[in-house]
């Protein structure tokens, strides 16, 4: 007779799997909760106690942690020395461990205290599993649920499980008790930059393609801490793409870096629009004013809840994507009439400290940008009017969220050039400024992202009637620039901070 040992926290399926086992000839051995549950549902199951002759102490703590437990699962079967220790110590071989463990991952971010947190460390759950892996030639390890009907179907067919599936299962144990052991980790360390990097993600579903047709891709979502790409309720539309996922990061962390109504547009992982409205709609009417040929296939996102006005003026332009915090009933009911957009509602609030960007051989991390300046300089001659104070800081913080070399042109809170992605910086200046006068409207202030390295910004906002400039200053010839801004009586401040974006 076979033997298979069941400890799990999560029972689903459990009393089919465990039946199914005993109809094949395994005897069931369990602890505590695991062996209460299927004795009440008429299962025979054998109590750890019989097997180890030593009751679990320590509040459960310690109940498999014992050689006639792991020296049943480790004992290498084609081993005669094994074999006979295990008869000399009366140790009958395990050969098959199920078991998942104490929810640590879904305690974490619930509010329980650091005792409590401790508690769901598992010990012996995650021994039992990697004793059990290392002997995959021997022993069936069965870590997650969804396996089960794996094992049916193997053992049914060929009265046991095969070598391959044994090693695939074992695979999966190691993976899993390492995301296990870095969600621990980082609990305890709560450090951004340990001496070893170790990362928690379950992924959560492949996706279509990544970048391109030809590249595979997956969404994993990270374990430890919850964030706003985290738990996304899709309410509807077709599947998410790879970009599709970047587009969003990028827009709701725009509209996030307002408390005012905002709205954001974005287009391969650029803003193209972005606007502050008093009304939700005139938000988007604003962002849509910005630059109504990019937004064509782009992705919308609303920091407030999306009404009936604002979904009527959405739905006449092709979008990919609306991403807001919360939908009307009848703003829902007007996009259910166009099936492949996507509506998707943010459950949690932007959460990311750090970000990761992979290099070939190894991997970069630093600090989010979630700075924001508030220390301002005036260095010209004249000031800013309040106004003029709003919009550049408005155009701030969308500057910070444009690829660098980048410019943002705005005026009454709506963004009306943006030029990004450009390797000098005048470019960049002059692709905004030439899309906001498009517009022909006064007042336009200028955003730029990092310092000029020349005054010929400068120059080029005098040419064009920008009224006031803002940027980090710390260039060798600010006063280059500073002097040209008072010759032209243009308002200039230092925020004292680059958001380099590459």
């Avoid at 199920?98 to 640590?104: A, E, G, I, K, M």
Wanted: hydrophobic fraction near 40%; aromatic fraction near 8%.
């Amino acid at each position: 007779m076979k033997r298979a040992l069941i400890s799990v926290s999560d029972k689903s399926n459990l009393v089919e799997f465990s039946k199914f086992l005993i109809s094949k000839g395994y005897e069931i051995i369990s602890t505590g909760g695991t062996y209460k549950f299927l004795l009440t549902h008429n299962i025979k199951v054998i109590e750890i106690d019989e097997i180890t002759h030593f009751p679990e102490i320590l509040d459960g703590r310690v109940k498999t942690l014992h050689p006639n437990i792991h020296g049943g699962i480790l004992a290498l079967r084609d081993n005669p020395k094994h074999l006979e220790t295990l008869n000399t110590h009366k140790i009958y071989p395990i050969d098959m461990v199920v078991v998942n463990l104490y929810p640590f991952f879904n305690k974490l971010n619930t509010g329980l205290s650091e005792s409590d947190m401790i508690e769901f460390i598992d010990i012996g759950g995650p021994s039992m599993l990697r004793s059990a892996a290392k002997n995959f030639n021997s022993v069936t390890v069965v870590s997650q649920i969804e396996d089960y009907e794996l094992i049916i179907q193997e053992i049914t067919n060929n009265g046991n499980t095969t070598l391959s599936t044994r090693k695939q299962l074992a695979g999966k144990v190691f993976n899993l008790t390492s995301a296990y052991d870095a969600a621990i980790s980082s609990y305890l360390l709560q450090s951004d930059y340990p001496h070893y990097l170790n990362v928690s993600y379950e992924k959560v579903n492949d996706l279509r393609y990544g970048e391109n047709p030809h590249q595979k891709a997956a969404f994993y979502v990270d374990k430890t801490k919850n964030g706003a790409m985290k738990n996304l309720d899709q309410l509807q539309g077709k599947d998410l793409s790879f970009n599709n996922f970047r587009d969003m990061d990028m827009a709701y962390k725009v509209v996030n870096e307002f408390s005012e109504i905002a709205c954001c547009a974005v287009k391969h992982s650029t803003p193209c629009g972005v606007a502050i409205g008093n009304t939700v709609a005139e938000a988007y009417q604003k962002t849509f004013d910005c630059d109504p040929i990019s937004i064509f296939g782009g992705i919308v996102a609303f920091n407030q809840e999306v009404d009936q006005k604002t979904a009527e003026l959405l739905v006449p332009t092709f979008l990919e994507i609306v991403i807001a915090p919360n939908f009307t009933s009848e703003a829902l009911q007007i996009f259910s009439k166009k099936k492949n957009l996507r509506i998707i509602k943010v459950q949690n609030p932007l959460a990311d400290t750090i970000e990761f960007v992979k290099v070939d051989g190894g991997l970069l991390i630093q600090d989010a940008d979630r700075s924001f300046s508030s220390d301002f300089q005036q260095v010209t001659h004249s000031f800013p009017t309040k106004e003029e104070m709003e919009d550049l800081i408005f155009a701030q913080k969308i500057v910070k969220h444009a690829k660098s070399n980048a410019i943002v042109v705005a005026s009454g809170k709506q963004a009306l050039g943006i030029g990004s992605g450009q390797t000098n910086r005048i470019w960049a200046a002059q692709q905004a400024i030439q899309r906001a006068k498009e517009k022909k409207t006064k007042n336009l202030v200028l955003a730029s992202d990092a310092f000029f390295p020349f005054r010929d910004v400068v120059d080029t906002c005098a040419e064009n009637g920008i009224k006031a400039i803002i940027q980090p200053g710390g260039s060798i010839r600010d006063n280059e620039s500073i002097e040209a801004c008072n010759e032209y009586n243009i308002p200039m401040v230092f925020s004292g901070i680059r958001h380099f974006k590459h």
